[in-house]
């Protein structure tokens, strides 16, 4: 798996100090090139400056929440193709129904466990930007 996710570039969006540090140790560690971003609105500049391959994006966050960054991120005619993964501590239906509208691509319950993250890294990973991603069976 490791030389599978070698210079995939992937960012996290968390106001967590923890949640993003520990993303980006694994995910270096499997050899990801990882930003991180404190909020939605902290995260956009990085986004156009690193072209991520797969986003990570936590829902309840100050200035600019989850829910309004996938947006933008996928009314965004370069980006929109790009995997957006929802991170929230919450695992309702709800959340995840909002994230389908949004257009968010998976989701992701916090904590998550280490395979848990790279099962998500991993069902995006080869899937180009470029490409039209199928979002009728995302969320497991």
Known sequence: M????RDLKVMVIDDSNTIRRT???LLSKAGCSVVTA???FDSLAKIADHQPDI???DIMMPR???YQTCALIKNNSKF???PVIMLSS???LFDKAKGRIVGADDYLTKPFSKSELFEAVEQFHSKTPDL???TENSYV
């Open 64 to 66: 600019l929440d989850g």
């Open 23 to 25: 993303a980006e140790t």
């Open 38 to 40: 404190i909020d939605g």
């Open 80 to 82: 929109k193709n790009t």
């Open 55 to 57: 986003i990570f994006v």
């Open 2 to 5: 490791e030389e599978s996710l």
């Open 132 to 134: 039209d991603v199928d």
């Open 90 to 92: 919450k695992d309702g």
